[in-house]
């Protein structure tokens, strides 16, 4: 691990105002992720910026009767607060899908959305690869493909996001806050968040440098009957192969979001008006324009038949 300097942040507008004017300066809270890469030398931040004394560790009701969830809530505790297990249930499924219990005692909100979509050959420095050396080329294009994207990638990369959270977050509609290092706000739809590759698959969202996520805010509770379904290789401690967040209304209507099919949380808001007519259309619109490799392929009829068993399961 390469040397880096080490500062505790007091406000969210002191850590921003930081991390802009400190270059390869990074936020640190739970480092679930952060610390991996650095162990292998894939991340090399010059200096690290400690968050976690910040207030931001709190859910709380909105006044039009959703949730705040601050960005060090630890995933942990998000996935066992009774709001969250009542209203918000695809989130709390979600989360208890996504790690050990050891990691999601640590990994916190902020640092759950801002993972690195990667694959294999991202963690292989010996290999080229665009996120880790932008312009070196992209060693899972024409290697081995089975957990890669399907759609919304590029020449550049088929890496897969691997946040489980995220992609129930991307089917509730949540908002991202954030603090710039002038001490402005912003909110920013999930949908809006995280970025595709295109030329610049470097870049995983659409912070600007230095910008430091405050709170995610979820709306209020849409109802329905809330699924978390994830298709992985073993039992645990896998990134899904696909995963599907779905919340589905009793008159058949509803909402599908994505996971390991595509380098961000995926969903397609116009596709779900077929969801009435069942999975096969659903499916077949949302994944429009898919362009999957020999080796991964099969994730087309694996994602229609998980699909199928949540809107099996809806209609009881």
Not at 280 to 300: Q, R, S, V, W
Request: aromatic content about 4%; charged content about 20%.
């Amino acid at each position: 691990m390469r040397p880096f300097t080490y500062e505790r942040a007091s406000t969210p507008a002191e850590a921003a105002a930081i991390a802009a004017h400190r270059e390869g300066a990074r936020f640190i809270a739970g480092g679930t992720n952060l610390l991996d890469l650095m162990k292998l030398g894939i991340e090399t931040p010059a200096h690290l910026i400690d968050v976690n004394s910040l207030s931001l560790d709190k859910i709380e009701p909105t006044p039009v009767g959703g949730l705040r969830i601050g960005a060090l809530v630890r995933n942990t505790d998000l996935a066992a607060d009774e709001r969250v297990r009542r209203d918000y249930a695809v989130l709390s499924r979600a989360l208890l899908a996504g790690a050990t219990g050891q990691l999601r005692n640590k990994a916190t909100t902020a640092g759950n959305l801002l993972q690195r979509t990667r694959c294999p050959y991202f963690y292989d420095t010996a290999q080229p690869c665009n996120k880790r050396q932008p312009g070196s080329g992209c060693s899972a294009i024409g290697g081995v493909t089975r957990h890669l994207a399907v759609i919304g990638a590029s020449e550049a990369c088929i890496a897969t996001h691997p946040s489980d959270m995220a992609v129930a977050m991307r089917a509730l509609d949540a908002v991202v806050e954030t603090v710039k290092p002038d001490g402005t706000t912003r909110a920013i739809p999930i949908a809006e968040f995280h970025r595709l590759p295109g030329d610049a698959p470097q870049l995983d969202t659409t912070l600007e440098r230095g910008e430091i996520i405050t709170a995610v805010t979820l709306p209020p509770p849409a109802g329905g009957r809330q699924f978390y379904r994830k298709v992985r290789d073993r039992a645990s401690y896998a990134f899904a192969l696909v995963s599907v967040a779905a919340i589905v209304q009793p008159d058949g209507t509803g909402r599908v979001a994505m996971g390991g099919v595509a380098h961000k949380p995926w969903r397609v808001e116009a596709a779900e008006a077929e969801l009435p007519r069942g999975a096969k259309p659903a499916m077949a619109a949302i994944l429009n324009g898919a362009k999957p490799m020999p080796d991964n392929a099969f994730k087309l009829t694996l994602a229609e038949r998980i699909l199928t068993s949540v809107l099996t399961e809806a209609k009881g």
